[in-house]
């Protein structure tokens, strides 16, 4: 077997991390880099090939690290830069590759680049964010909302004028229609890069806005129908929004600087993550020759879970677009929705007892298809989804402004356990922990179960091991369309030296591979 002709990116497997509810080294009852430090060996073992560490920069944390003050800078719950370079060493020389998480669409209203732009229209980065006149009534300039609620303008009394913000205020969208803006990132990324990151994920690259006014409003979304999910449950998603407010083409400015920046280092890897109204037309957008290497996507990432049909749909419509490419990234689960095992039980119909079998299933499937996939921390232990956290205890900003009908994105959040004997789990030795733990976790803890042979951790580590063997896999990426029956996934992974069937069959729960 030789994979000298892919990259390691088209192949990986990459663990993310949620920094703030892995492991608490200093007994704040907050996760930190020290703490990720310390189980950087409990990672490695499961046969990963590298990690994705979710914004640890300095922060107010009003949107928990996604609202960077300073994108150079370690905020001091977590550590000092001094902390992840040794987790860097450390990750190294355990063969795992490190990517952080970059927020290139907006920052934190702390930045010291939006303190000085809302003094006055006249100072050096006044115009580095979107800044905007009002309506005539006084109404801000178009009918774009915020993700988390409201509009998407706020107004600054200081410049009389409105500023935008897809998500919270007090994350103001950057101008990239300026040239000094995506020079800014590009020492960011020089920065980081030199320190010996192998790569970045690009936080929701999609609504990075870099088209200048006059601004479009966005039009009505002729499909919304109202009901019971998040995204039925807010006046965001009665919109379309690639039409004015998302998916920009002039965004791709920003792509082409920062792969051009990737592409002066050995064997770097960008991988944005993107959503819209057609995602996939998106992901080819992002990935067109000389901007970002891979996306990730949401398209098994369904909040109320996939059935088996909308699974075949989902993977049908990103293969036929990406075959023979590693320029996507699949995911079932990460720190924005449920947990997968607890989406897909409901989905598919399936009983409580069934979990373990069925997250082996999908952590399989989702290192089965091509290109890199992406495992949130708890998965390789079927840890369900938290749903008891009391509205007083909620941390997440959207969950609280849409509670109590909307849990928020906590759930998936709560701290790690890694011994069901020990306080909180052996995650913190603190009085309380930032989320409460999940008591339900405990009998899945994971240093427990990595030396509990039959485990999932141990079964995937086991799979993982065998994968790395498979030239079908490790070697090209292409497979054939899916087939099987209307509870069967059968495809075949290609290569020049082997033809591998991978059947997945979500009524027994049980995989198959068979060489042909």
Not at 102 to 131: G, L, T, Y
Not at 169 to 197: C, I, K, T, Y
Request: aromatic share 12%.
């Amino acid at each position: 077997m030789t994979t000298d002709t892919l990259k390691w990116w088209e192949t990986a497997v990459i663990y993310q991390i949620y920094p703030r509810s892995f492991q608490d080294s200093n007994d704040d009852g907050i996760g930190d880099l020290p703490g990720i430090t310390s189980r950087l060996e409990y990672i490695a073992a499961l046969g990963v090939d590298a990690i994705w560490i979710s914004p640890f920069f300095k922060s107010p944390q009003k949107d928990f690290g996604y609202d960077v003050e300073d994108y150079c800078d370690v905020n001091p719950e977590y550590g000092t830069l001094i902390d992840f370079d040794a987790l860097l060493t450390k990750a190294h020389a355990l063969n795992l590759k490190v990517m952080v998480d970059i927020v290139p669409a907006h920052c934190s209203d702390k930045n010291v680049w939006f303190e000085e732009s809302r003094q006055s229209k006249n100072n050096d980065k006044a115009d580095w964010f979107h800044w905007v006149d009002p309506m005539p009534d006084g109404t801000p300039p178009t009918n774009w909302l915020s993700f988390f609620g409201g509009p998407a303008w706020s107004w600054e009394p200081r410049r009389q004028q409105y500023y935008l913000h897809n998500f919270l205020s007090s994350q103001p969208n950057l101008n990239h229609a300026n040239p000094a803006v995506r020079e800014a990132f590009m020492d960011v990324a020089r920065f980081w890069f030199d320190r010996g990151v192998d790569g970045f994920r690009l936080d929701a690259v999609h609504t990075i806005n870099a088209d200048n006014a006059p601004y479009k409003n966005n039009l009505a979304n002729p499909e919304f129908v109202p009901g019971p999910l998040p995204q039925q449950q807010q006046p965001f998603f009665r919109q379309l929004h690639d039409s004015a407010q998302l998916n920009q083409p002039s965004i791709q400015s920003f792509s082409e600087s920062f792969r051009e920046i990737a592409d002066q280092y050995d064997d770097r890897y960008l991988m944005g993550e993107l959503h819209g109204d057609d995602p996939i037309k998106a992901s080819q957008t992002f990935t067109a020759p000389g901007r970002l290497h891979a996306t990730y996507n949401f398209n098994l990432l369904a909040w109320d879970g996939l059935n088996v049909e909308r699974l075949k749909v989902a993977i049908t419509k990103a293969i036929g677009a990406f075959n023979g490419t590693g320029r996507l990234s699949f995911a079932f689960s990460n720190h924005d929705v449920p947990r997968s095992a607890t989406r897909q039980l409901t989905a598919l119909g399936l009983k409580e007892e069934q979990q373990q079998a069925l997250q082996l299933l999908l952590l399989k499937l989702e290192t089965c298809l091509i290109g890199s996939s992406c495992v949130y921390q708890g998965e390789e232990l079927a840890l369900q989804d938290a749903r008891d956290i009391p509205i007083e205890q909620m941390q997440d900003p959207w969950g609280i402004e849409f509670a109590p009908v909307f849990a928020g994105r906590d759930t998936c959040r709560t701290p790690m356990v890694w011994k069901g004997d020990a306080p909180n789990g052996g995650f913190s030795k603190a009085n309380n922990t930032w989320l409460p733990i999940d008591q339900k976790h405990l009998a899945r803890a994971a240093l427990d179960e990595a030396d509990r042979p039959e485990s999932i951790y141990n079964e995937f580590a086991e799979f993982l091991a065998w994968r790395k063997h498979q030239p079908a896999i490790m070697s090209a990426n292409n497979m054939t369309e899916l087939t099987g029956s209307a509870t069967q996934l059968v495809f075949d992974r290609i290569s020049e030296q082997q033809t591998l069937r991978c059947l997945f069959d979500f009524e027994s729960l049980t995989v198959s591979f068979e060489e042909i």
